[in-house]
């Protein structure tokens, strides 16, 4: 490889970081971060860097590890909790005992994302090593709960606990070959009908809440939110997730709920999604006056698309092409951390050191090579960052 980074990055080093990190289980909820605390410390203080603790609940550990001064900043966000296994039938491998096969290592969190904190700390070692004179500060984040919501992790962190850095790399989504700069927004919606109990042989005594709300979806199935939205996006997308009601067969259901997820691009708005909705509502309404659906947003996030043009994923497409790594850039309907750190002000590049495709899945694995190699770009990543 032609990077004078190379020669720093420590395979063995990596792979032992990793079977660590994935030896400690922390499934969240209840996550249990803590857990990783001393191995990721142990990493950030043999660099130098000062480590800092950050809890909003007990046991749910940020660790923030800070090397340099300077103004410029960047920050590598990385998080060490990890979503359930599953059903472990599906697993040829314990999934919290980490097993190395064919350049392998296979375990949960060892993609996501556990490998990609070996990365970016094997990173961070082989740039300091050559620029430990570096003007500038870096920051090594291993936080907690980013599999739920982030609200204990970088929510916190940057919201309450007031750490900030001008750019970001987020080692958690895309691909080797592949950078996320936008991501649509969430709108989850739920349908709630309201009807009468009545004993199941004397139905004509209650109002059913299902039969309205199983024709209030069969409408929505049909909206259709158009294509005046920004092509940056691929496409808005809906998908009902959930659906529940009844006790029991012999009666007469009183409450049903549907759940509906939708991922919206720029151009699109939640207004214009709820209106559709109304519109559905009230033409089954139309049909059956004594129906009582109701619509309430139960989560959202904004839509955002960083700027290509930004000195973060300028100094990361420079690394790329200096590995002559092909690299492409698109949007999605996932929502990583990057999109609270841009609202926060802090534009950032989302890449895995792997393939997100292997990730939340049985047997996740990562490839040791691609560990190597996604060092050896954040490096020169930081490189191209700090001196252009
Ligand atoms: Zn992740």
């Known amino acids: 490889m032609e990077s004078k980074f190379a020669k720093h990055i420590d395979r063995d080093e990596i792979v032992q970081?990793?079977?660590?990190?994935?030896?400690?289980?922390?499934?969240?909820?209840?996550?249990?971060?803590?857990?990783?605390?001393?191995?990721?410390?142990?990493?950030?203080?043999?660099?130098?860097?000062?480590?800092?603790?950050?809890?909003?609940?007990?046991?749910?550990?940020?660790?923030?590890?800070?090397?340099?001064?300077?103004?410029?900043?960047?920050?590598?966000?990385?998080?060490?909790?990890?979503?359930?296994?599953?059903?472990?039938?599906?697993?040829?491998?314990?999934?919290?005992?980490?097993?190395?096969?064919?350049?392998?290592?296979?375990?949960?969190?060892?993609?996501?994302?556990?490998?990609s904190f070996a990365c970016a700390y094997s990173a961070c070692k082989a740039f300091l090593a050559e620029h430990r004179d570096f003007d500038g500060t870096i920051y090594l984040i291993a936080a907690a709960d980013e599999e739920v919501g982030s609200e204990l992790g970088i929510i916190y962190l940057v919201e309450e606990c007031g750490l900030k850095f001008d750019v970001a790399i987020i080692p958690d989504g895309g691909r080797m070959d592949l950078s996320i700069y936008g991501e649509k927004g969430i709108l989850w919606v739920e349908l709630e009908s309201h009807g009468i109990q009545a004993h199941g042989s004397t139905p004509e005594l209650g109002r059913n809440a299902i039969v309205p709300l199983a024709e209030t979806i069969a409408e929505i199935k049909s909206l259709d939110l158009g294509t005046s939205y920004d092509h940056a996006f691929d496409g808005w997308t809906m998908n009902v997730g959930t659906i529940q009601g009844g006790s029991s067969t012999n009666t007469v259901p009183a409450v049903a709920r549907a759940t509906i997820d939708f991922r919206l691009p720029a151009g699109i708005s939640k207004q214009q999604v709820l209106a559709k909705i109304d519109e559905k509502v009230s033409a089954m309404?139309?049909?059956?006056?004594?129906?009582?659906?109701?619509?309430?947003?139960?989560?959202?996030?904004?839509?955002?698309?960083?700027?290509?043009?930004?000195?973060?994923?300028?100094?990361?497409?420079?690394?790329?092409?200096?590995?002559?790594?092909?690299?492409?850039?698109?949007?999605?309907?996932?929502?990583?951390?990057?999109?609270?750190?841009?609202?926060?002000?802090?534009?950032?590049?989302?890449?895995?050191?792997?393939?997100?495709?292997?990730?939340?899945?049985?047997?996740?694995?990562?490839?040791?090579?691609?560990?190597?190699?996604?060092?050896?770009?954040?490096?020169?990543?930081?490189?191209?960052?700090?001196?252009?």
């Open 17 to 115: 970081i990793v079977c660590d990190l994935v030896r400690q289980n922390t499934v969240n909820p209840p996550g249990n971060e803590h857990l990783c605390k001393d191995i990721v410390t142990r990493c950030m203080q043999s660099l130098g860097m000062e480590v800092s603790f950050y809890e909003k609940e007990p046991g749910r550990t940020n660790v923030v590890g800070r090397i340099g001064s300077g103004a410029k900043s960047i920050g590598f966000v990385s998080h060490m909790d990890v979503v359930p296994p599953g059903e472990l039938e599906q697993w040829n491998t314990p999934p919290f005992e980490p097993t190395i096969t064919d350049g392998r290592i296979y375990g949960r969190g060892t993609l996501d994302d556990k490998g």
């Open 285 to 388: 309404r139309r049909r059956s006056p004594d129906s009582d659906v109701r619509v309430k947003v139960l989560h959202e996030t904004e839509p955002h698309l960083s700027d290509k043009n930004s000195i973060i994923i300028r100094s990361f497409d420079q690394a790329a092409r200096r590995l002559n790594l092909p690299m492409n850039y698109e949007t999605f309907g996932g929502n990583t951390v990057a999109k609270n750190l841009y609202f926060a002000g802090i534009t950032s590049v989302v890449h895995y050191p792997g393939d997100d495709k292997l990730a939340h899945v049985p047997n996740e694995f990562v490839i040791i090579d691609e560990l190597v190699l996604g060092s050896v770009l954040y490096a020169e990543t930081l490189e191209a960052y700090f001196f252009g």
